[in-house]
């Protein structure tokens, strides 16, 4: 039986549908509150499961009969006022998945981020043997997520068979306007700035497709990068803008404006109480150039990527 945490999110949902595709039976994790995506409604391969992964009693039920775990549930916030949520959810719960899947001797693989990763060295490209340089003043995503890779690590050294995968931005048309969406959103709209910073991104169905290769691969206790391209904002600002027939962003947010824009906001939801739409954390990473080396996964497994404009043509498509 193959185990799927994190089943009604917008990659674990793309992964349940690859693998019921391919005819396998899967037991999915999901909240109590949890809405199942249209995407695998009403599908009779998938066993749902109700349980938290921060409740260890839930999930030791879940675990029965189970020989390979996916591991996607996850909570992502880049506001400083989640830390404590961040930290249980990510490092805590992985915590527990990693001790089932020890006592009930389950393969595991889990989905971590290029968020745990190093920063790139004198220029380079960021690969698979950078690690990130520990630091407490980090923005609390990146740090929960470097924490969680840790206990797999851990996992690891205790005999765990695992591997795990670091994706760049997921980007795809179940998103919608949420997560990576809103960037589509935020063009669509109107949006006039772009800044000088880059990244990596990959379409979901990519990511799901790479995990099941990775499960199934002879190989444990390594890590691989999942991206497709790497590109400049400015560039990526602009495909997604002709996808919608819309004008590109042509004005420059230099880092000054945006440490203005963060604190701005920052004062004006003590008065609103909405979040902020900039945070101190998105403003440092959106100048961050951040390039991703692919060569290991697709070395390992002979994936070929969606082109990234064939993905935001698709995207922007669906959304329109």
């Known amino acids: 039986m193959i185990l799927v945490t994190g089943g009604t999110g917008f990659l674990g949902s793309e992964l349940i549908k690859q693998l019921t595709d391919k ?12 809405k199942i995506p249209d995407l695998i409604a009403n599908n009779s391969l998938i066993e749902w ?38 930290f249980h959810v990510n490092i805590d719960g992985t915590s527990n998945i990693i001790n089932l899947c020890i006592e009930n001797n389950c393969r595991l693989l889990h989905v971590s981020s290029v968020a745990a990763l190093g920063n790139a060295k004198k220029g380079n490209q960021i690969t698979e043997r950078d690690f990130w340089e520990y630091d407490a003043k980090a923005h609390a995503y990146g740090l929960s997520k470097y924490e969680g890779e840790m206990e797999v690590w851990r996992g690891i050294n205790e005999g765990l068979n695992a591997v795990i995968v670091n994706p760049s931005v997921i980007i795809g048309k179940n998103a919608g306007f949420e997560g990576s969406g809103s960037i589509f959103k935020l063009i ?133």
């Open 23 to 34: 005819g396998l039976a899967v037991r999915a994790l999901k909240r109590e509150k949890s």
């Open 49 to 86: 499961f109700v349980a938290d992964i921060n409740e260890p009693s839930d999930l030791e039920d879940a675990f029965e009969g189970v020989t390979k775990v996916f591991h996607c549930a996850a909570f992502v916030s880049l506001s400083s006022k989640d830390k404590k949520r961040l």
């Open 188 to 320: 669509k709209d109107g949006f006039a700035y772009y800044t000088d910073g880059a990244s990596g991104f990959v379409a979901v169905e990519d990511v799901a497709r790479a995990m099941i290769l990775l499960m199934d691969a002879e190989v444990t206790g390594e890590r691989y990068i999942i991206s497709s391209e790497n590109i400049h904002y400015k560039d990526l600002f602009k495909e997604i803008a002709v996808g919608f027939n819309a004008e590109p962003p042509t004005k420059e947010a230099k880092p000054w404006m945006l440490g203005l824009a963060w604190r701005a906001l920052k004062l004006a939801s003590v008065f609103t109480g909405k979040e902020p739409s900039i945070t101190k954390d998105t403003a440092k990473s959106s100048v961050t150039l951040s390039y991703y080396n692919n060569n290991k996964v697709i070395e390992q497994t002979g994936i070929s990527f969606t082109p990234l404009a064939h993905s935001i043509k698709e995207i922007t498509q669906f959304l329109k």
